[in-house]
């Protein structure tokens, strides 16, 4: 089902900043909508090159929306190999 541009408000993002053993900053994005969770997590992990928030394209609704949207407690990580 789709939901109108009108009646949608995109889930809001919150950023948890991490050192990886060696000093390496990383961070960890947990994606939440109006409602908490009700399913387990899900982590979505980038490939070379690119960083978390390829899943959040600019279009009216992404895989992370649509998970938000059916109860799924949402992470996205920015590793080693992400641009930022």
């Known amino acids: 089902m789709r939901t109108s541009s009108a009646t949608y408000s ?48 600019p279009i009216p609704r992404t895989i992370v929306d649509t998970l938000v949207a059916d109860g799924y407690d949402v992470w996205m990580e920015n590793w080693r190999a992400s641009i930022d």
């Not at 000093?23 to 409602?35: F, K, S």
């Open 10 to 57: 995109r889930p809001r993002e919150e950023r948890i900043d991490f050192k990886a053993g060696d000093g390496r900053p990383l961070n960890l994005i947990r994606v939440r909508g109006a409602r908490s969770p009700v399913k387990g997590p899900i982590v979505l992990v980038h490939g070379a090159g690119v960083r978390a928030n390829i899943f959040r394209a």
